[in-house]
Structure formats: structure tokens, C-alpha cells
């Protein structure tokens, strides 16, 4: 039998709407959109905006797009987006895993397809929002700095989208998209990487570690340095370290 890919019973949008109704008041019609590239934490970032405007924000975006609209991205260290690519597409090879005992490590003849994917995102799709938009209408940011802090982004967004989140909506995203209630409720279920769920947009597998640096982990030692030189011009443009 399938796994199940929704939810209905889970609580994603906080109940005292005393919280969000001025919030979607405000944007009523022009709600945000989230962008990212791939396995840059688009997902997570686009829930907890989602939760914000409760249930108003549209699709996420993966690619270059014009808008009228306010918009939210992320990106992350793209050594760890090109293996996270390879670790949920790695079915056919090692199998898709999403915890340290099974981890498989890669080789860079394994991993180069998805690094010149990613790469290509960040020249084709990140620099041209950033070159596109002002920062008025534009706001990026770094993955490694808001998923262990979700207030570090709720005072991203306040600032951005001139809106207060209270306490309370602060407190209720963190219990809601904190990665344990994550991998529990919504990741675990759905076992394999293909299956998603219809709400969220989280697959079976989609949390690894979720933190800094697990390309060191998951490619070979002898190959860190080449992925460096293959990504160095964007590492240095967007100030991760070599």
C-alpha cells in the first residue's frame, strides 16, 4: 500500500486568528512569494511564510520569474545543496537515506551532475533575482542562519514585510516546523523520497541533518577540493568559505 501524502489532521495554521488577520489584511491579494533553489530549505522556508499568511502563500518557486510582488528566498552553501540533490536522487545507486547509519559516501564522478545543476540555478536563477530585484521588494536569506532560529527569520520578515509577528505565531512556528515534529509527522510516514505530502511539499526523507557542512560528510575526502574549484567563483560571490 502507498504511503499516505496528506495530512488532514495535522495543524499547520495557528487557531486564534488574532495573530495573522492583520498580516493577511495587509497582503490581501499580493501575498509574497517564496523562492529557492534546489534543496537550499525552500521548503521549510515556505511553510513557516505559508503559516504567517495561514494558508494565503502560493506554490514555491525554483526558478527565475517576474512578479509584482514582494519576494522570499533562501539559499544555502551549494556544496551541501549539490550532495543533498544526490543524496534524495541516489535511489538507483545506494538508495535514498535519511540518517547517519545508512549513509553512503559519494564520489565527485557520482555528485558532478547535480553540482552543475546547481551551480546553473545560481547563475541562471539566484544572481538574476538579485540583479532584477531591490531590496525593497527582494529579500534573500542564508539557510544556515535561520534553520536552527526561526526568530532570526520572523525579525528577517517583520523588517521586509513591515508586519509584527507576535510571540505567540513565534512560538507556534517553532513547535509546528521544528525539524523533530518534521521528520515525525511528516517525513518518517512517507519512507521513500518520491512520495510527498499534497500540503507541505515535505518527502519521504527530505531531512538528512539539515546543518552546515554535511558535503564533508557525504563526499570523499579526496574529492572536497574539486567541488571547491568547481563552485569557487560562486562560494566566494555569495561569502562561503572555500
Same mark, same amino acid.
Given at each position: 500500500m502507498e504511503p499516505k501524502t496528506s495530512r488532514p489532521d495535522l495543524?499547520?495554521?495557528?487557531?486564534?486568528?488574532?495573530?495573522?488577520?492583520?498580516?493577511?489584511?495587509?497582503?490581501?491579494?499580493?501575498?509574497?512569494?517564496?523562492?529557492?533553489?534546489?534543496?537550499?530549505?525552500?521548503?521549510?522556508?515556505?511553510?513557516?511564510?505559508?503559516?504567517?499568511?495561514?494558508?494565503?502563500?502560493?506554490?514555491k518557486r525554483g526558478a527565475f520569474f517576474e512578479t509584482d510582488q514582494k519576494i522570499i528566498g533562501v539559499y544555502r552553501d551549494f556544496r551541501d545543496s549539490a550532495i543533498s540533490q544526490w543524496r534524495v536522487n541516489s535511489w538507483n545507486q545506494v538508495g535514498t537515506f535519511a540518517c547517519e547509519k545508512d549513509a553512503v559516501v559519494a564520489s565527485w564522478d557520482q555528485v558532478h551532475t547535480f553540482a552543475h545543476e546547481i551551480r546553473r540555478q545560481v547563475r541562471e536563477d539566484l544572481r538574476r533575482l538579485r540583479e532584477?530585484?531591490?531590496? &525593497?521588494?527582494?529579500? !534573500?536569506? #542564508?539557510? =544556515?542562519?535561520?534553520?536552527?532560529?526561526?526568530?532570526y527569520l520572523c525579525d528577517q520578515l517583520e523588517i521586509f514585510l513591515d508586519i509584527v509577528i507576535s510571540q505567540e505565531l513565534r512560538g507556534f512556528i517553532n513547535q509546528t516546523?521544528?525539524?523533530?515534529?518534521?521528520?515525525?509527522?511528516?517525513?518518517?510516514?512517507?519512507?521513500?523520497?518520491?512520495?510527498?505530502?499534497?500540503?507541505?511539499?515535505?518527502?519521504?526523507?527530505?531531512?538528512?541533518?539539515?546543518?552546515?557542512? &554535511?558535503?564533508?560528510? !557525504?563526499? #570523499?575526502? =579526496?574529492?572536497?577540493?574539486?567541488?571547491?574549484?568547481?563552485?569557487?567563483?560562486?562560494?566566494e560571490e555569495w561569502e562561503y568559505q572555500l
Open positions: 495543524i499547520n495554521f495557528i487557531k486564534d486568528k488574532r495573530h495573522i488577520e492583520h498580516i493577511v489584511d495587509k497582503y490581501k491579494d499580493k501575498y509574497p512569494e517564496v523562492y529557492g533553489i534546489n534543496r537550499s530549505g525552500s521548503t521549510l522556508l515556505y511553510n513557516i511564510v505559508n503559516t504567517i499568511f495561514d494558508g494565503n502563500v502560493g506554490v532584477r530585484y531591490d531590496d &525593497t521588494q527582494l529579500l !534573500l536569506v #542564508r539557510y =544556515e542562519l535561520y534553520n536552527e532560529d526561526f526568530d516546523w521544528n525539524k523533530q515534529r518534521v521528520r515525525k509527522e511528516y517525513t518518517e510516514p512517507l519512507k521513500d523520497f518520491w512520495y510527498s505530502n499534497e500540503e507541505t511539499y515535505f518527502h519521504g526523507g527530505h531531512i538528512y541533518k539539515g546543518s552546515h557542512g &554535511t558535503w564533508k560528510e !557525504l563526499l #570523499r575526502p =579526496e574529492d572536497h577540493h574539486i567541488i571547491n574549484e568547481f563552485m569557487k567563483e560562486e562560494l
